[in-house]
């Protein structure tokens, strides 16, 4: 792949990970009875730690989103997607633990395909 198509479809890729946990902390803040039901309902987390758990991720997205901090930003989001898998597993939520699993791995996909440093620390062998 060229340089600027790899950095543009590492900006697409990124961008889906960024897109869907922001989504989910606006759905923990504004207290969506959806993310209620999933949060307090299935995974047994309380109503007030939503918030907390809404900080950290839109905590992780800045730190993503910022160039000069985004494999920080990527290690603390697989920390917390883990954690959400982790989560999943603990319920015997089988079918939901995907999604958090693809979300980390596009973050991480996406990374590589931006950021020349990491490709550098990490060369795939054609």
């Known amino acids: 792949m060229q340089g600027k198509t790899r950095v543009w479809a590492g900006r697409v890729l990124s961008a889906v990970p960024i897109a869907a946990m922001i989504f989910s902390a606006a ?5 969506s009875q959806q993310m209620l039901d999933v949060m ?7 109503q007030e730690a939503l918030t907390l758990i809404a900080v950290l991720e839109i905590t992780c997205v800045v730190l993503y989103a910022i160039p000069q901090t985004a494999v920080l930003g ?6 917390y997607l883990g954690g959400a898998i982790a989560a999943h597993v603990r319920v015997s939520d089988n079918v939901n633990l995907v999604a958090p699993l693809v ?3 596009l973050a991480w996909l996406g990374l590589y395909l931006r950021d020349g440093r990491l490709r550098a620390l990490l ?3 054609s």
Not at 27 to 31: F, I, V
Not at 40 to 46: A, D, F, R, S
């Open 74 to 79: 990527a290690v603390l989001m697989a920390g």
């Open 40 to 46: 307090v309902g299935t995974l047994g987390y309380t």
């Open 103 to 105: 979300l980390g791995i």
């Open 27 to 31: 759905g923990k803040l504004t207290g």
């Open 123 to 125: 060369p795939l062998r």
